[in-house]
């Protein structure tokens, strides 16, 4: 009796005589003839012809049980659904060519055949290792796995075992490691690469700062090496099957990064800007290094001065909020996302800043901030003016003062025009997203959202 099958993989797995049936099948209804009894005798047939066939111990191959079902098929005469059986298995042969020289890999393995070319083709442009070259040299199979694991590591930290809920009275001594106590780590059946070992550290080395560890992390190193967590790989294993039986994806950074050097997860963060040189070539920096990890950037324009205000160190004057936005779309357009996108931003000025007009019509004709969206921060007490129809107070934000009057209804709708005309600029609401902000008695009011603008957050806040 069959009870093993090689792969084409060279794996030898159960023999499953419904696979059989279920391919007979499938030919018999692409011709309009489906018939499930004479599938499961046709089945029994291919069986019998297989197992006549094999010397004895013999394990036949997935090529070896294919060519009998094609003769059987046509000994009963049922040539249309040999023809559709062999059809198939044409289509599939190609398939398989095709998704082995997308991978770079001679032969397939379980993952690589749960995702169509499509998705192959994204995950190889995309999110796959290279070399040097640009060669390929990380299967699917390896790219979930170094993130699964990456997503298990904090658990283990967080564990009772070396975490403490309350915080301690102190914190565990700073040590030096040598790196071969690293060598050989291993979750279960999982090893863990330097890149793994460097997110532990990290994790552990903030929680230690907050006093609730228990254990040093020498103490957790041995801890790991005689299998004292190893009941975690069975999450491993359940962030593994949630991303390759397609359940669940994360985001881009996650993909890019977990178990590789860079190690950021977070896709969209807020940034803050003050109102000097020092603050907004720190955040131009800082934003860099987000979009080199795969993220993107939301920013509120609105402390910068206006353009042409006054500038007493230099004694010149200023270029306002729009032409440092320009500097930050010159920046996005050099540094991709993760290496492999363009970089997002959320540009977010105050309706009464005194370049709210210039900021409006920024993006007229797509002709600059090309790697923004922009949205206009509706302030709260603004339809206090446009429902009285009162002149509207544009404040420059270096002192507070009345920089110039505006009409509130013609800038409403000159905002209304904009967003008809190209779809900039968006608009946020004050009242609506602080009315429903359950931290706005601890942090004050949000005034930005990430670069979609589907999550409001505060300065230096992410989300994933």
Request: net charge positive; hydrophobic share 35%.
């Amino acid at each position: 009796m069959l009870k093993k099958i090689i792969k084409r993989d060279g794996k030898v797995v159960d023999f499953i005589p419904e696979k059989i049936q279920n391919a007979i099948f499938k030919a018999m209804l692409s011709v309009g003839k489906p018939d499930v009894k004479q599938a499961k005798e046709l089945t029994k047939k291919v069986i019998e012809k297989l197992e006549e066939s094999l010397k004895e111990k013999q394990i036949p191959t997935v090529e070896q049980v294919q060519d009998i079902v094609e003769q059987v098929l046509i000994e009963k005469g049922l040539s249309k659904v040999a023809k559709s059986y062999i059809l198939y298995r044409q289509k599939r042969a190609e398939i398989r060519r095709e998704k082995q020289q997308i991978l770079n890999k001679k032969e397939l393995d379980e993952i690589d055949k749960k995702f169509d070319i499509n998705a192959l083709q994204v995950l190889a442009s995309r999110y796959l290792a290279k070399d040097i070259n640009g060669r390929i040299v990380e299967s699917p199979k390896e790219l979930f796995e170094r993130v699964a694991i990456h997503t298990t590591i904090p658990s283990i930290l967080y564990d009772e075992k070396v975490f403490s809920k309350k915080k301690l009275k102190n914190k565990q001594k700073d040590e030096e490691i040598n790196e071969k106590e690293f060598t050989g780590l291993k979750i279960g059946k999982y090893s863990l690469n330097q890149y793994h070992i460097e997110g532990l550290i990290r994790v552990y080395k903030r929680l230690n700062k907050e006093k609730h560890m228990k254990k040093s992390l020498s103490e957790i190193i041995k801890m790991i090496k005689k299998g004292q967590f190893n009941e975690y790989e069975k999450e491993i294993e359940d962030y593994f099957y949630l991303m390759t039986d397609k359940k669940f994806m994360p985001n881009t950074p996650v993909l890019v990064n977990f178990g590789r050097p860079l190690g950021m997860g977070m896709a969209c963060f807020v940034l803050d800007i003050e109102d000097s040189l020092i603050s907004i070539m720190e955040t131009l920096k800082n934003a860099a290094l987000i979009f080199k990890a795969g993220g993107g950037c939301g920013y509120n324009f609105s402390k910068l001065r206006p353009k042409g205000d006054y500038i007493s160190t230099t004694n010149g004057r200023s270029s306002g909020p729009i032409a440092f936005m320009t500097l930050y779309d010159k920046m996005t357009e050099v540094i991709k996302q993760g290496g492999v996108r363009r970089g997002a931003n959320m540009g977010i000025l105050d309706s009464d800043h005194p370049d709210i007009e210039e900021f409006i019509t920024a993006k007229k004709e797509n002709k600059q901030l090309t790697n923004f969206n922009i949205s206009v921060f509706l302030k709260e007490d603004f339809w206090n003016y446009y429902k009285k129809n009162k002149p509207y107070p544009l404040i420059n934000p270096r002192d507070g003062k009345v920089w110039k009057y505006i009409n509130p209804k013609a800038l409403f709708n000159m905002i209304v025009y904009r967003g008809w005309e190209s779809a900039e600029p968006g608009l946020l609401f004050d009242d609506n997203i602080n009315k429903y902000n359950p931290l706005l008695k601890h942090f004050g009011k949000i005034y930005a959202t990430n670069p979609c603008g589907e999550v409001v957050l505060y300065p230096n806040e992410s989300c994933d």
